[in-house]
């Protein structure tokens, strides 16, 4: 069964330092797709970063990167110079070959601090 | 710029009401989603439809029911609502590309069943 698990409920970091929430995934299919979403305190779903397991470069989307390790069935989103407005909950999520069953994980809610 | 719209936005049902949260999307989107969230456990699928004029069965659909109404609209039914279904509900759409599917969400609908 596919399954995303994020172990980090809470993390803090200061303004304009780096930060990396951690994701692991594990199927068994060759062809899925990860990305990551952040939710901000008004509730929405924002799409930040995808990777494609057959891509051969991390993804890169501004201040955010995904650090693909797929020997390590592992996603991390790094977050470089971090903002106050980076203060969110961040969900990683991964889709299968055929889609419309995206699962996601539990979620680790982020806290900058000035 | 509307995207992904959904009504209401809170709702407050007694044990044994019923009410339907309406979704509708602009994006010309093949494929819509019905996720509930809550806490420590992220978002999970309740039903989706591929296509207009099919649905399927997600992860948690027990107690739910949804109609496709046409490419556009997507809606999900409570006929009895229950305290467990106390959650947040995101109605949400995409275009499936291979793996990469983004997911473009509602803002979202708040229901407390007391």
Partial sequence: AQKITQTQPGMFVQEKEAVTLDCTYDTSDPSYGLFWYKQPSSGEMIFLIYQGSYDQQNATEGRYSLNFQKARKSANLVISASQLGDSAMYFCAMSLTGGFKTIFGAGTRLFVKA | ?114
């Fill in chain 2, 1 to 114: 710029n509307a995207g992904v719209t959904q009504t209401p936005k809170f709702q407050v049902l007694k044990t044994g009401q019923s009410m339907t949260l309406q979704c509708a999307q602009d994006m010309n989107h093949n494929s819509m989603y019905w996720y509930r969230q809550d806490p420590g456990m992220g978002l999970r699928l309740i039903y989706y439809s591929a296509s207009e004029g099919t649905t399927d069965k997600g992860e948690v659909p027990n107690g739910y029911n949804v109609s496709r109404l046409n490419k556009r609209e997507f809606s999900l039914r409570l006929e009895s609502a229950a305290p467990s279904q106390t959650s947040v509900y995101f109605c949400a759409s995409s275009e499936l590309k291979g793996t990469r599917e983004k997911l473009f969400f509602g803002s979202g609908t708040q229901l407390s069943v007391l």
